[in-house]
């Protein structure tokens, strides 16, 4: 069904069309073929405009994506999307939104992938931090002693993946736990694993979450925060 939007993968030496389907998730993805037409329309564009090339990059450019995001998540500002170099310097921006002279509890689950969880490890490391990890198994009790948890500590942050990125588990109910967060938490989605692989939906939860959702340039901070 997808395979004519790959049509320049496929017929290159890498792939064939008739023998090999490539699913390895964290390797060298196939790139649909619209790519090399941004690629190619970023060139003429920057050839055509030089310096001025940056004006419609961020008039329409990253507007019409913001608005493609706000509709695949059913998120009614697509303003509220925000874009970083890296996943670092997204949670760094959310982190400046507390006050780090006071401690700081997190809770998050021991199933996080790398961009966070090396990053949260670092962190835990300083004398004001203080990490909770819940096991993510057993998988049919993770979002009762998820949630617990949530409303017994004194969080400031929770984060927890909509899928994890080792097993392909759906977090059960992580949507509706959001809902019932404690007003005193601000609770992080990450979508990595999840974004155009299922249905999200933040359309009834839009002002409780933030969700980033690939691990390296973009988060979609669903509320407005001043960060």
């Given at each position: 069904m997808y395979q004519k939007y790959y049509r320049q993968f496929l017929q290159a030496p890498s792939g064939s069309p008739t023998s090999m389907l490539h699913m390895a998730c964290h390797s060298h993805h196939?790139?649909?073929?619209?790519?090399?037409?941004?690629?190619?329309?970023?060139?003429?564009?920057?050839?055509?405009l030089a310096d001025d090339k940056w004006g419609p990059i961020f008039e329409e450019k990253i507007p019409a994506w913001q608005g493609a995001v706000a509709r695949t998540l059913n998120l009614p500002d697509p303003d509220r999307i925000a874009i970083a170099p890296n996943t670092h310097e997204l949670v760094y921006r959310l982190l400046s939104a507390f006050d780090l002279s006071r401690p700081l509890r997190i809770l998050t689950t021991d199933g996080e992938f790398y961009s966070f969880a090396r990053q949260l490890q670092r962190l835990d490391e300083l004398p004001g931090v203080e990490v909770t990890r819940i096991?993510?198994?057993?998988?049919a009790t993770l979002a009762e002693r998820f949630e617990q948890e949530l409303h017994r500590g004194d969080y400031q942050l929770a984060y927890a993946s909509q899928v994890f990125f080792d097993s392909g588990v759906?977090?059960?109910?992580?949507?509706?736990?959001?809902?019932?967060?404690?007003?005193?938490?601000?609770?992080?989605?990450?979508?990595?694993?999840a974004f155009f692989a299922r249905p999200i939906d933040l359309g009834e939860i839009a002002d409780k979450v933030f969700l980033p959702p690939a691990p390296t340039n973009t988060w979609v901070p669903a509320r407005e925060c001043a960060l």
């Open positions: 196939y790139w649909p073929d619209v790519t090399l037409d941004a690629v190619q329309q970023y060139w003429r564009d920057s050839a055509l096991p993510k198994e057993p998988y759906v977090f059960p109910e992580l949507l509706q736990i959001a809902g019932r967060k404690p007003a005193r938490t601000e609770l992080v989605i990450d979508g990595y694993h």
